[in-house]
T-cell receptor, first 113, second 118 residues
Framework: QKEVEQNSGPLSVPEGAIASLNCTYSDRGSQSFFWYRQYSGKSPELIMFIYSNGDKEDGRFTAQLNKASQYVSLLIRDSQPSDSATYLCAVTPYGGSQGNLIFGKGTKLSVKP | EPEVTQTPSHQVTQMGQEVILRCVPISNHLYFYWYRQILGQKVEFLVSFYNNEISEKSEIFDDQFSVERPDGSNFTLKIRSTKLEDSAMYFC????????????????FGDGTRLSIL
């Protein structure tokens, strides 16, 4: 069974701090890694994606991938109260040639003013 | 910015009835997906669709489910005889095809249809 694991939280950080969200996956052959943000009752919204080992930065967001450790993370710098949401890690498994995503349960982030 | 649109936003149906959920993917996207999210649980893949046929489907997507692209813009999910456990949020998503790896393409989600089975 291919699994994506996330700490459900809640993760609470003060406004302006760095929020660090982590994700591990079981399928060593996983190909692509995505972070989505989901506000309560809303749909997943794409934040970032990463395919290669290392860091990828986009504005206040940095995705980090370590395939050897089967670990992907999302850093949010200068966290704002509007960042409060559930962050979903999603992975395209090996053999998922048509792009079907396996999602984690998500980490709930709370940014306190 | 182009977006995936889904209708209706909320559907209430009696158990055993058929229901059709509708989606209009982003116009230049070629891959289409349905996912569901039961309240409080993770988002689960149901089916992917490309070139007018199913590409992949999960164990959830049994004979009660079907998908169709009836025209050039709509993409539908039909549940033939609904059960209580079909109550969930259903999301449609679409992605482009750039290069050769569809698995690398980010999927963009619609706002979802909340399906309530009574």
């Amino acid at each position: 069974q291919k699994e994506v694991e996330q700490n459900s939280g809640p993760l609470s950080v003060p406004e302006g701090a760095i929020a660090s969200l982590n994700c591990t996956y079981s399928d060593r052959g996983s190909q692509s890694f995505f972070w989505y943000r989901q506000y309560s009752g809303k749909s997943p919204e794409l934040i970032m994606f990463i395919y290669s080992n290392g860091d990828k930065e986009d504005g206040r967001f940095t995705a980090q991938l370590n395939k050897a450790s089967q670990y992907v993370s999302l850093l949010i710098r200068d966290s704002q109260p509007s960042d409060s949401a559930t962050y979903l890690c999603a992975v395209t498994p090996y053999g998922g040639s048509q792009g079907n995503l396996i999602f984690g349960k998500g980490t709930k982030l709370s940014v306190k003013p | 910015e182009p977006e995936v649109t889904q209708t209706p936003s909320h559907q209430v149906t009696q158990m055993g009835q058929e229901v059709i959920l509708r989606c209009v993917p982003i116009s230049n996207h070629l891959y289409f997906y349905w996912y569901r999210q039961i309240l409080g649980q993770k988002v689960e893949f149901l089916v992917s669709f490309y070139n007018n046929e199913i590409s992949e489907k999960s164990e959830i997507f049994d004979d009660q489910f079907s998908v169709e692209r009836p025209d050039g813009s709509n993409f539908t999910l039909k549940i033939r005889s609904t059960k209580l456990e079909d109550s969930a949020m259903y999301f449609c998503a679409s992605s482009e095809l750039k290069g050769q790896l569809v698995s690398n393409q980010p999927q963009h989600f619609g706002d979802g249809t909340r399906l309530s089975i009574l």
